[in-house]
């Protein structure tokens, strides 16, 4: 065994050794109203580009237009 296979089996043995001590951290709320909140500003950036839609055809003034004049 290389100097460095050495080196990584001792950092790998010591990571395992301090597994136990350690305590899962339980972060589902923070996700879901991390998630609920980033789809809620989305919704609202969304709303407010949509506001700005084109909802007449690009001619409509001359339809308008030639309603008018018959």
């Known amino acids: 065994m290389t100097d460095e296979s050495r080196a990584l089996v001792a950092i790998l043995q010591a990571a395992d050794n301090r597994h136990a001590l350690q305590t899962p951290v339980d972060c589902g709320r ?3 109203l991390g ?5 809620a500003v989305l919704l ?3 709303g ?3 506001r700005k839609r084109k909802s007449h055809p ?12 018959r």
């Open 35 to 39: 998630g609920t909140g980033g789809f």
């Open 58 to 69: 690009v001619n409509q003034a001359i339809f308008d237009r030639q309603l008018r004049s």
């Open 48 to 50: 407010i580009a949509w």
């Open 30 to 32: 923070r996700l879901v």
């Open 44 to 46: 609202s950036f969304y």
